[in-house]
């Protein structure tokens, strides 16, 4: 089968990538760059822009299934530049896909989508869309999911889905930041330090966004839907950083910080980055310091029920893998 993965150079696309080119599919990634260590694999590379409605729609002749992965994540960045990649790429991509007959469409969103600064225990995707989301990557997440579910049809189904906290080795996001922070004595308790979070083995992303696609080619009862996924349990989030900075040799986190005075920090130094118009990230927004000390997790049971999900790596067995 002939396999497009958006993105493909990234932690979640290159892991999908690679696990397809075991199945024995034909991939092809399209990224900004050249992915070397893909070519070498026999991997297509397009270099190109997904913003670029004419390199997509030629980037995706003769494909039978699309993993739209690429985005632009962070949580600061200018507007536009947000809504280019993440809402245009991602019209860019559905309108390719019609254009082409592509018959399914899995996109890689994010459950910041419903994440309104309160706590979400248990969630299911009954919850809405975030009111008043804290970052433009979750407000252009929010448009980008919307639209893409909103195509779903008999020619093209579509389908989404939200892995929370992603991690594993080979990860150049959430660990490295994290270890660098803790090096330099950044990193603070926000709140009580008790709240419950999700986490997502990267190995379990990759199995979820397979089975969510090898569903939309067969029976397609995930057309037109998003989902949850995560690992067998959510975990405290200040433990399971701990666990991880010690076993990278690194002192635990035991300094606090007031939740409200977190936030009034982020809303402070994001009203200054703006003004002066500061160069790279405040090291602390509103949305960061929501999410390090509200709960957060969700009930995986429409994954599990609509195309069988279950975490095929445990969060132990995970984090024997970092070692």
């Not at 670029?52 to 985005?71: I, N, P, Q, R």
């Amino acid at each position: 089968m002939k396999v497009v993965v958006t993105g493909g150079g990234g932690f979640i696309g290159s892991a999908i990538v690679r696990h397809l080119l075991e199945k024995g599919d034909h991939l092809t990634v399209i990224g900004r760059s050249r992915y070397p260590f893909l070519e070498k694999l026999g991997v297509c590379c397009r270099r190109g822009d997904i913003a670029d409605a004419v390199f997509m729609a030629e980037s995706l002749k003769g494909a039978e299934l699309v993993f739209h992965v690429a985005a632009k994540a962070g949580i600061w960045g200018r507007k536009k530049e947000f809504e280019r990649i993440n809402i245009t790429g991602t019209e860019n991509c559905i309108r390719a896909c019609l254009e082409n007959g592509v018959p399914a469409l899995v996109y890689t969103s994010t459950p910041s989508v419903v994440f309104d600064g309160e706590d979400i225990e248990g969630g299911n995707e009954s919850l809405p869309y975030a009111g008043r989301p804290l970052c433009h990557y979750a407000a252009t997440k929010i448009v980008a999911e919307q639209r893409l579910l909103a195509a779903s049809c008999r020619k093209l189904k579509t389908t989404a889905i939200r892995p929370h906290l992603v991690w594993g080795p080979g990860d150049p996001h959430l660990l490295p930041r994290l270890f660098e922070r803790a090096r330099k004595g950044k990193l603070k308790i926000i709140g009580s330090g008790t709240n419950r979070v999700d986490i997502t083995y990267i190995d379990n992303v990759v199995h979820a966004h397979v089975q969510a696609g090898q569903n939309l080619l067969a029976e397609g009862t995930a057309a037109g839907r998003a989902f949850f996924i995560g690992q067998e349990k959510p975990i405290v989030l200040w433990q399971w950083i701990n666990a991880l900075l010690g076993q990278a040799g690194l002192k635990p986190v035991t300094r606090r910080i007031p939740h409200g005075c977190a936030y009034l920090i982020g809303t402070l130094l994001e009203g200054a980055y703006r003004a002066m118009s500061l160069r790279g990230e405040p090291p602390m927004t509103r949305f960061v310091a929501q999410q390090l000390s509200r709960s957060h997790w969700f009930d995986h049971g429409a994954a599990r029920e609509i195309f069988g999900y279950a975490p095929r790596i445990t969060v132990n067995e995970g984090m024997e893998h970092l070692t």
